[in-house]
């Protein structure tokens, strides 16, 4: 078991013929869809800045993660940096996802309704929306 953490020609296809091609093909997989979640959830969520902060933190742990598998890959790392990389990443993932944001999420979700209640109880009655009549405008003389 030990032996393959530490192989000579390290993390290869012909030392790792079943995991090699499906870690790297899932890792650069997962590296574009993060590039694209990430541009398109900052645009779409762009006024929340909990949700904002959330994907950035998923993205540069995503980059890095993702990444660094293919650097791997490529120059024939020790497996063993690859099982740390993966148990770390998707331990960060995991984290940032379910265990940082979420109280931060709710925090700003009452704030949200708070906002939301006051702006509804300010404008219940119709003439809350209504301009009052002050002083009326003077016309404009009509040139001849």
Known sequence: MLDSLFMAGGFSPENFQDLFYPISAAALLFLIATIVLYNVQTRRLAHHPPLVAMHEWLFWTGLSVFGL??????????????????????????????????????????VLRREQYLSQKRYRTPEATIRSKG??????????
């Open 69 to 110: 598998l293919l650097v791997y890959a490529i120059f024939k790392f020790y497996f063993i940096f690859v099982l740390i990389t993966l148990i770390i990443g998707i331990g960060t993932l995991i984290w940032v996802r379910f265990y940082r944001f979420p109280p931060l999420i709710s925090a700003y979700n009452r």
């Open 135 to 144: 002083k009326s405008r003077p016309k404009a003389k009509k040139k001849h």
